[in-house]
C-alpha cells in the first residue's frame, strides 16, 4: 500500500519560511495527485495545495503567493514563506489516484508560528 510519511515543521516566527517534506512509498508508476492539507484545532482539515501528475498546481486562496508546492519523483514538497500565526496547523501530505480516490495519508507535521 501506499505510504506517506511528512517532514519538516516546527516552531517558526511570523514572517519566517519553512520547507516542509512528504517521502512517499509502496507503489510502482505514479500518483496521480499529490496534495498538502492542513488543519488547525477545532477547524476542518483544509485543502491547501494539490499537484497532477502533469504538473498542474492549484492552491487554497488563503495560501496564494506564498506557498509553493513541487513534485519530484516519490517525494512532493511544501514550500512556505512569509509564515502568519493563522497558518499555525497539523500540515498532512495526501495521495489520490486519477479519480480523485483516497491512496494514502501522512501521519501530519505540526506547524507552529509563534512569536
Known amino acids: 500500500q501506499v505510504r506517506l510519511v511528512e517532514s519538516g515543521g516546527g516552531l517558526v516566527q511570523p514572517g519566517g519560511t519553512l520547507r516542509l517534506s512528504c517521502a512517499a512509498s509502496?507503489?510502482?508508476?505514479?500518483?496521480?495527485?499529490m496534495s498538502w492539507y492542513r488543519q488547525a484545532p477545532g477547524e476542518e482539515r483544509e485543502l491547501v495545495a494539490i499537484a497532477s501528475v502533469d504538473g498542474t498546481i492549484n492552491y487554497a486562496n488563503s495560501v496564494k503567493g506564498r506557498f509553493t508546492i513541487f513534485r519530484d519523483k516519490n517525494m512532493v514538497y511544501l514550500q512556505i514563506d512569509s509564515l502568519k500565526s493563522e497558518d499555525t496547523a497539523v500540515y498532512y501530505c495526501h495521495a489520490q489516484n486519477s479519480r480523485g480516490g483516497a491512496l494514502a495519508w501522512g501521519q501530519g507535521t505540526q506547524v507552529t508560528v509563534s512569536s
Open positions: 509502496g507503489f510502482t508508476g505514479t500518483i496521480y495527485y
